[in-house]
């Protein structure tokens, strides 16, 4: 157990839908990542928030946005749903905010099936 | 352009015996690695990490190796067991912030 939780761990949604994914980092992290996993196209890094900030951006969709509130959690929202958004969602966290300065612990993801 | 992927698809060894796993990547995704090892249903585990200007990291039963001539990295898992049965990702830096993930191998550990 990483220590990093996920909500809900599975999700099933039609096409053109919102949903929002939720994440509470290990105690005492500051920094929380977004990362999709899919068949065709493996382990993405989508968002990364450091202390409700915005500290860096992958291949994230417009459709898609986040947040980190200040109690440290985060939220990925995914909105206008498509078939190709059908996924594994993962939140990783750290204590530290740059990405080569310390481990990263991931949740266990939340699998989106969009109908 | 930027890209981190691996050789093979599928390893498969004996237990005991020790695994490499190859990892080769682009100009760009050069400063900073990280092995993964994701068992079926759960998310990445974080297994080691090297940076540039090192050319072996040593932890526990694993050895990271990077060769920057030939833009190559190697995860050594040595007396591997059934319990490392897993996919095993590298993933590269690039731009200082962002992590570009190879495509993974999984390891089958056979007794």
């Known amino acids: 157990d990483s220590g990093v939780t996920q909500t809900p761990k599975h999700l099933i949604t039609a096409t053109g839908q919102r949903v929002t994914l939720r994440c509470s980092p290990r105690s005492g992290d500051l920094s929380v990542y977004w990362y999709q996993q899919s068949l065709d196209q493996g382990l993405q890094f989508l968002i990364q928030y450091y202390n409700g900030e915005e500290r860096a951006k992958g291949n994230i969709l417009e459709r898609f946005s986040a947040q980190q509130f200040p109690d440290l959690h985060s939220e990925l929202n995914l909105s206008s749903l498509e078939l190709g958004d059908s996924a594994l969602y993962f939140c990783a966290s750290s204590v530290v905010r740059d990405i080569n300065s310390g481990e990263q612990y991931f949740g266990p993801g939340t699998r989106l099936t969009v109908t | 352009g930027e890209s981190v992927g691996l050789h093979l698809p599928t390893l498969s060894v004996q237990e005991g015996d020790n695994s490499i796993i190859n990892c080769a990547y682009s100009?760009?995704?050069?400063?900073?690695f990280i092995w993964y090892k994701q068992e079926s249903g759960k998310g990445p585990q974080f297994i080691i990490d090297?940076?540039?200007?090192?050319d072996k990291r040593q932890g526990q039963r694993v050895t990271v190796l990077l060769n920057k001539t030939v833009k190559h990295l190697s995860l050594q898992i040595a007396a591997t067991q059934p319990g490392d049965s897993a996919v095993y990702f590298c993933a590269g830096l690039v731009s200082a912030d962002k992590l570009i993930f190879g495509t993974g191998t999984r390891l089958q550990v056979f007794p």
């Open positions: 090297i940076r540039s200007n090192m």
């Open positions: 100009n760009s995704a050069s400063d900073y």
